[in-house]
């Protein structure tokens, strides 16, 4: 007999807000949660001021600076144009980056509710390998979800008339992505291999799809996704913590 009952679809859904509301209401964890939003501004202006400072030498060096006033004119204008690229490049870059780079911040998350659940503290590792293991988990999850989203968008283009089946599908995939991204942070804390992390995820995938349809509905907002990061993770650890003890074999009796 298992120790809670199974997560079903809506808990799943729910567990995004039960995360917001955990940390809205915990503010020693303020900290931690705020680490994301303070290296995405860094990285962000780090990789804009290069963009400003090095993509005009390079397109000049490239190119040369024009002899003729027209040839001035559009190679400045190719400027303009390189630095802005440049610029846009550094926010989805930064973005990006600033979810791995935080991990151990994200981690510590997962171990503060942990402890708060009553779960046995998780051995520490070094900080190198929590940025691994969150960029690992990024790797993972995009290598099997972009090629997917790529060809459901593909097949939109060829027939328009199947986007009203496709569209359902696409966000289907997204939700499974960020599901998988956010729930690795307990799995991995927990040190369970990449396979066996699968394989759990797979067995509650009616509750993971809800976790990540929530999600995934909130990214259709520009960056409430990433806003709603630390909260993701929080309910990720509260609900691998239900699953946990659905899957706990019961104890033996006393004798």
């Known amino acids: 007999m298992s120790t809670t009952e199974k997560p079903g679809f809506f808990r799943g859904l729910r567990?995004?807000?039960?995360?917001?509301?955990?940390?809205?209401?915990?503010?020693?964890a303020w900290p931690l949660a705020m680490v994301p939003f303070v290296i995405a501004p860094v990285l962000i202006g780090g990789l804009g001021y290069g963009a400003y400072a090095y993509v005009?030498?390079?397109?000049?060096d490239w190119l040369g600076s024009g002899d003729a006033w027209y040839a001035s004119l559009g190679i400045g204008a190719l400027k303009v144009v390189g630095v802005l690229l440049g610029w846009i490049l550094s926010v989805v870059l930064g973005l990006g980056l600033a979810q791995p780079i935080s991990g151990p911040a994200l981690e510590g998350l997962v171990r503060k509710k942990e402890l708060e659940l009553g779960a046995p503290p998780r051995p520490k590792t070094s900080l190198p390998s929590e940025i691994w293991r969150s960029l690992q988990s990024l790797l993972v999850g995009y290598a099997f979800g972009l090629p997917a989203l790529a060809l459901l968008f593909?097949?939109?283009?060829?027939?328009?008339?199947?986007s009203v089946v496709l569209f359902p599908l696409k966000l289907l995939v997204a939700a499974t992505i960020v599901a998988w991204d956010l729930c690795d942070y307990p799995l991995s804390v927990r040190g369970i291999?990449?396979?066996e992390r699968v394989r759990t995820l797979r067995r509650h995938k009616g509750t993971v799809i809800g976790f990540g349809l929530g999600l995934a509905l909130a990214g259709l907002i520009p960056l409430m996704l990433?806003?709603?990061?630390?909260?993701?993770?929080?309910?990720?650890?509260?609900?691998?913590?239900?699953?946990?003890?659905?899957?706990?074999?019961?104890?033996?009796?006393?004798?």
Do not use: D, K
């Open 226 to 255: 990433f806003l709603l990061l630390p909260a993701g993770v929080v309910g990720a650890t509260r609900l691998l913590h239900e699953i946990e003890l659905y899957e706990r074999p019961p104890l033996p009796p006393a004798v």
């Open 193 to 195: 291999p990449v396979a």
């Open 15 to 28: 567990a995004l807000f039960g995360g917001l509301g955990w940390l809205m209401t915990t503010p020693s």
């Open 56 to 60: 005009p030498g390079l397109i000049e």
């Open 154 to 162: 593909l097949l939109s283009l060829v027939v328009p008339a199947a």
